[in-house]
């Protein structure tokens, strides 16, 4: 067979999955724990400035990893394939079980799965552009005919690094997981992937402590200059969206729906706004499960497949942005 003969391999989503912890935490819920602290917020300030209106938070004891299992187990079932089918599992975390971040929360998830096939398990940290950079990681892996059958994860539990001390960011994160199988196929799939890194705004959105001679240096809470954090997701997810659409030769018109981050409906209604794509094309959870970081997105898709806002054959634009400073996006037909 000649190279042009050679039929083109492609990732498509097999099925997807999410999960939120049990502890739902309302804006009168969180404003009445920060008043135990003298610290004012109101429902009204919360939903006006970001669009939330209540976030979950994991239980005590309950890990990252046992937030991604939930959604990992509904991604596999969705999928209608066995766990041991998989040759890989990236789980995409800030938040990961242990200090340092090894091992990876990937190896305990494959172990929680009862997986012994020996398959290949990392973590993927781009804070909140996790999902997508891990799209583009696992889409390469397919196309490349490497691997088969990739699970990918997006799990935090962002409420063991709030400050509930910072009003300006303990009321917008929250908790959750959520997961997509995807699969090699003849099929298109995902059709175009970029993602985006710049260094020198690490600043803006970091954990900034760091574990010195056994002990914490530092703080071990997120901090965010959100006004900054704002600006700059505006503006690179506008061109990160236009970059995955000339890569697949398509325009906002053709997007069935976008699937942004969930950090903040303003930054959602902005990049829908000069992209030209219709809010009634923009799938928003934000409000029940606030900031999941590499969460939000599998969330979101999976909340959107699973109430029959999003059908198969449609065209979705996913994009995330976060701390590092990094963004990405995947242009997917479902
Ligand atoms: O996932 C990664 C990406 N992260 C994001 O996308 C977050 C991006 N940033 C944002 O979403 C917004 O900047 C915020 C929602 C964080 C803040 O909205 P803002 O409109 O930029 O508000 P601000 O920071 O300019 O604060 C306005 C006022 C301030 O008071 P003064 O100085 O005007 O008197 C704050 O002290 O609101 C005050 N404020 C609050 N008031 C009541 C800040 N937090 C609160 C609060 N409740 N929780």
């Given at each position: 067979?000649?190279?042009?003969?050679?039929p083109?391999?492609?990732a498509?989503?097999?099925?997807?999955?999410?999960?939120?912890?049990a502890?739902?935490?309302?804006?009168?819920?969180?404003?009445e724990?920060?008043?135990?602290?003298?610290?004012?917020?109101?429902?009204?300030w919360?939903?006006?400035?970001?669009?939330?209106?209540?976030?979950?938070?994991?239980?005590?004891?309950?890990?990252t990893?046992d937030?991604?299992?939930?959604?990992a187990?509904?991604?596999i079932e969705?999928?209608?394939?066995?766990?041991?089918?998989?040759d890989l599992?990236?789980l995409?975390?800030?938040?990961?079980?242990?200090l340092?971040?090894?091992?990876?929360?990937a190896?305990v998830?494959?172990?929680?799965?009862?997986?012994?096939?020996?398959?290949?398990?990392?973590?993927?940290?781009?804070?909140c552009?996790?999902?997508?950079y891990?799209?583009?990681?696992?889409d390469?892996?397919?196309?490349?005919g490497?691997?088969?059958?990739?699970?990918?994860?997006g799990?935090e539990?962002?409420s063991?690094?709030?400050?509930?001390?910072?009003r300006?960011?303990?009321?917008?994160?929250g908790d959750?997981?959520?997961?997509?199988?995807?699969?090699?196929?003849?099929?298109?799939?995902i059709?175009?992937t970029?993602m985006?890194?710049d260094g020198?705004?690490?600043?803006?959105?970091?954990?900034?402590g760091?574990?010195?001679?056994?002990?914490?240096e530092g703080?071990?809470?997120?901090?965010?200059?959100?006004?900054?954090?704002?600006?700059?997701a505006v503006k690179?997810?506008?061109?990160?969206a236009q970059?995955?659409?000339?890569?697949?030769n398509?325009k906002?018109?053709?997007?069935?729906?976008l699937?942004?981050?969930?950090?903040?409906?303003?930054?959602?209604e902005?990049?829908?706004?000069k992209l030209?794509i219709?809010?009634?094309?923009?799938?928003?959870?934000v409000?029940?499960?606030?900031?999941?970081s590499?969460?939000?997105i599998p969330?979101?898709?999976?909340?959107?497949?699973?109430s029959?806002?999003?059908?198969?054959g449609?065209?979705?634009?996913?994009?995330?942005?976060?701390?590092?400073?990094?963004?990405a996006?995947?242009?997917?037909?479902?």
């Amino acid at each position: 067979m000649t190279q042009n003969m050679t039929p083109r391999i492609y990732a498509r989503i097999l099925g997807t999955g999410s999960y939120l912890p049990a502890n739902k935490v309302t804006n009168a819920d969180i404003t009445e724990k920060l008043a135990k602290d003298g610290i004012e917020t109101s429902d009204e300030w919360i939903f006006s400035r970001s669009g939330i209106s209540a976030r979950h938070f994991a239980a005590d004891g309950e890990l990252t990893s046992d937030l991604a299992l939930k959604a990992a187990e509904r991604a596999i079932e969705a999928a209608g394939i066995d766990a041991n089918d998989l040759d890989l599992i990236i789980l995409a975390t800030s938040t990961p079980d242990n200090l340092g971040g090894f091992p990876s929360s990937a190896c305990v998830l494959q172990d929680k799965l009862k997986i012994n096939n020996g398959c290949a398990a990392f973590d993927v940290q781009a804070v909140c552009s996790g999902f997508a950079y891990s799209l583009a990681v696992a889409d390469n892996f397919i196309r490349s005919g490497m691997y088969q059958k990739i699970l990918i994860v997006g799990a935090e539990t962002f409420s063991r690094i709030l400050n509930f001390k910072d009003r300006g960011t303990c009321v917008l994160f929250g908790d959750g997981a959520g997961a997509v199988v995807i699969g090699a196929s003849d099929e298109p799939g995902i059709l175009a992937t970029a993602m985006h890194a710049d260094g020198s705004h690490r600043d803006i959105l970091c954990v900034p402590g760091r574990a010195d001679n056994g002990a914490l240096e530092g703080s071990a809470f997120l901090t965010m200059d959100g006004q900054a954090v704002f600006k700059l997701a505006v503006k690179v997810l506008e061109q990160v969206a236009q970059e995955v659409l000339e890569k697949a030769n398509m325009k906002p018109e053709n997007i069935d729906w976008l699937i942004p981050h969930q950090a903040n409906i303003r930054i959602m209604e902005g990049t829908a706004k000069k992209l030209g794509i219709g809010l009634d094309h923009v799938v928003v959870t934000v409000q029940d499960h606030g900031n999941t970081s590499a969460a939000s997105i599998p969330l979101a898709l999976d909340t959107a497949i699973r109430s029959g806002q999003v059908k198969r054959g449609q065209h979705l634009l996913m994009e995330g942005v976060g701390g590092g400073f990094t963004w990405a996006a995947a242009l997917v037909r479902y």
